[in-house]
């Protein structure tokens, strides 16, 4: 593999880092039955908050801090709407996405376009030694290498502990992990703060990596919705929510690829439009049956195994509401 | 008793109003600015003169057709957020017809009104046929054609609509007057046709939604589809019909902010107004009467705060701030009524509830004594 190669490859791994950890979030949060729909907004308003607070304060951990702070007090209130109050999730979520997104311009009005601290460069001593996999994977900030463990942690969690199984029953049948002596909507709220915060690093992951600085319109607008619609893509599994983030991420290189090479001639118009041809696309292949007609076409006896792993059925009590009387 | 009940829920409206007026306030003081002085340049930005009130009445036309368009595919149960893209195809589309199409005025003002809202209502029923058939959510959809129609406009007007002279991606040249909305007088820019579409849409959606069939279906719909498709309501026709109403709605939406706002073809010409529709409709709580109002007064605030940069060199996302801020508590506010209304209904001991108390051992059995009348109960 050629030096280009490489790079590509490393900068897509760094740039689809915000995208990780905020679908990570989502699916943690989606998993409880809960749909926090205000990621555009929030991670708006956590980057700006993670970048005032570093550029105030002078140090990034308080600048992550307060990201991640600002994301899980957005949780709270679409919890709270949602379960305390028993409003529509959809309706809380959606008003905080506008109102996030407005309130990161006026109260970031000062700050536009400033440079200010960035997580620090920190290519891993020994792994980064590795030929092509350290230079793609660990030669990056630390929120990447986060962001590789969580999304390893997370999958560990859901699938091989007690907890775990915990948060995917309240997900899936909350009135027998009920019966079964779980506090349903106290693990609710604790996992939608769990993932609020995530969507709130997400945010400081542009604001204080790879897109540095604060400005309107901000440059992550959009990818909330993107990130929401990778949970689907993924079926609310970590490594295929993981996975859709990295191919969007790739498409994404491809495409400033082919715009800046003059030999190509593509309309920039169409390369604008591909982010969400794309989202409707994979939607698309995840809601119609279409893979379901696919896996038919498999040999039989790969049709199991294929199934379950592209098996993508929200968690049941997605959007419902518990009672426990 | 009544007029009690009247005044709480009143005052449980205007809780939550003063609550987002008085944390807007805070976070105005908070970067060290007056709030005083932000409400003077706001009432001076809207009504100054008759010009900036022609402007407020400007902004709220679009507002209020979207919000119309909106209350009917909320009423069958539809998340519409793609009625920003849907206004700009309607201005794509009556901007078409206003550059390339050649007719005497008030027939190519007709035709433009009924291309926009082709475009609108072709938009919506594409994001309404991948929900319906295809189950992607309409959120989804709606957001991914929104940005669509977004970058669908910046391609014309950077390529085959540029002008031709001092090409740019600003806009289009602008339109002959021929195809312009007139106006109603010179000293008060506000368009009569205009005025008289909104009158005519406000009237046909309450009424149709009250007296019709097609209104009683749409209700089914959203109020739970699949019973309503038992009982024999075509729940994907009538669920479309909403998109394509509220599309069209909002095409002719969009047709005045390029007619007669802009007088061209401009990127983003929807301008926000779609998505601060649905926030009129949540405010109001599907209440049609209220719209106008509502979105009047969403106007004033909006229209006003363009101001504030100039002034005081603040943000005019203060206006959205306010307006987002008012429309969350409210929602979370009537949550909060409702949960406090149950309690007190379940405390108590009503009819229906003993009906439904297995542990009384009775079903169907009323006890007449007077303590227990719903009426009584409900105001303790």
């Not at chain 1, 995208?19 to 990621?39: F, K, P, Q």
């Not at chain 1, 915060?197 to 997400?202: I, M, Q, Y």
């Not at chain 2, 009819?351 to 004594?369: L, Y």
Request: hydrophobic residues 55%.
């Amino acid at each position: 593999m050629n030096d280009q190669t490489l790079n590509i490859l490393s900068s897509i791994i760094a740039n689809a880092t915000p995208l990780v950890i905020a679908s990570i979030g989502e699916t943690i949060t989606e998993r409880v039955g809960v749909t926090n729909l205000s990621l555009d907004g929030s991670l708006v308003l956590s980057a700006m908050t993670g970048f005032v607070a570093a550029y105030v304060s002078g140090s990034v951990e308080v600048g992550i801090a307060a990201a991640m702070l600002v994301g899980a007090l957005i949780a709270l209130i679409v919890a709270i709407g949602g379960i305390a109050l028993r409003c529509d999730q959809v309706a809380v979520g959606f008003i905080l996405t506008l109102l996030c997104a407005d309130l990161a311009q006026f109260l970031g009005q000062e700050y536009t376009r400033k440079p200010g601290p960035t997580i620090p460069y920190w290519p891993l001593p020994v792994l980064s030694e590795i030929p092509v996999v350290g230079k793609i994977l660990f030669t990056h900030d630390a929120l990447v290498y986060f962001s590789f463990l969580l999304i390893i942690g997370t999958w560990f969690w859901m699938f091989y502990t007690r907890a775990g199984l915990a948060q995917r029953a309240v997900g899936e049948r909350p009135e027998a992990a009920f019966a079964r002596g779980v506090d349903v909507n106290r693990l609710r709220y604790i996992y939608t703060m769990i993932g609020g915060s995530l969507v709130g690093l997400a945010g400081a992951a542009y604001s204080l990596g790879i897109k540095p600085g604060w400005q309107t319109p901000p440059v992550m607008l959009g990818d909330g919705w993107i990130a929401l619609a990778i949970v689907i893509f993924g079926g609310w599994h970590p490594f295929r929510v993981v996975f859709g983030a990295y191919l969007f991420a790739a498409l994404r290189a491809l495409s400033n690829v082919i715009q800046g090479n003059p030999n190509i001639d593509v309309s920039p118009v169409l390369l604008n439009m591909m982010p969400w041809m794309l989202m409707i696309l994979t939607l698309l292949a995840v809601s119609s049956g279409g893979i379901e007609r696919l896996v038919k076409l498999l040999p039989r006896r790969m049709q199991r195994s294929t199934r379950n792993l592209l098996r993508s059925d929200p968690p049941a009590a997605l959007g419902t509401r518990f009672k426990s009387d | 008793m009544q007029r009690n009940r009247l005044a709480a829920q009143f005052g449980l409206l205007l809780l939550p109003i003063i609550a987002s007026l008085v944390i807007t306030a805070l976070l105005i003081l908070a970067i060290n600015q007056n709030p005083l002085e932000v409400v003077q340049n706001v009432w001076e930005g809207a009504f100054r003169n008759t010009n900036a009130f022609a402007g407020v009445i400007n902004f709220a036309i679009p507002l209020v057709l979207c919000s119309l368009g909106l209350i009917v595919t909320f009423t069958a149960g539809l998340w519409n957020i793609g009625v920003e893209g849907q206004m700009v195809m309607g201005a794509l589309f009556a901007s078409w017809a206003a550059q390339f199409v050649d007719l005497p005025s008030p027939l190519l003002i007709g035709f433009e009104i009924v291309l926009a809202m082709l475009g609108g209502a072709l938009w919506s029923v594409v994001v309404g046929t991948l929900k319906i058939r295809l189950g992607v959510h309409e959120i989804f959809g709606g957001v991914a054609f929104n940005a669509l129609a977004n970058v669908f406009t910046i391609y014309l007007i950077s390529g085959p609509w540029q002008p031709e002279i001092g090409g740019s991606a600003q806009g289009t040249e602008p339109f002959p007057t021929a195809a312009l909305l007139p106006e109603f007088s010179p000293d008060f820019a506000v368009s009569l046709l205009a005025l008289i579409i909104i009158v005519v849409a406000f009237f046909a959606v309450m009424l149709a939604l009250r007296g019709t069939r097609w209104g009683l279906q749409l209700k089914a719909t959203g109020k739970n589809p699949r019973s309503a498709l038992l009982l024999g309501v075509p729940t994907e026709r009538s669920a479309l019909s909403a998109f394509a109403v509220c599309g069209a709605l909002a095409g002719i939406a969009g047709a005045y902010r390029v007619l007669f706002t802009f007088d061209n073809l401009r990127p983003l010409s929807s301008g926000g107004i779609g998505f601060l529709g649905l926030l009129v409709v949540l405010l109001v709580s599907m209440r049609v009467l209220l719209v106008p109002l509502v979105a009047f007064i969403f106007s004033v605030v909006f229209v006003g705060s363009t101001r504030l940069r100039l002034s005081m060199g603040l943000d005019q996302s203060l206006a959205g701030v306010l307006q987002g801020l008012a429309v969350l508590l409210v929602v979370l506010s009537n949550g909060l009524r409702e949960r406090l209304q149950e309690k007190s209904y379940k405390d108590t001991k009503t009819p229906v509830n003993i009906e439904n108390d297995h542990s009384v051992g009775v079903t169907r059995r009323v006890a007449p004594t007077s303590d227990t009348s719903k009426e009584a109960t409900v105001h303790e």
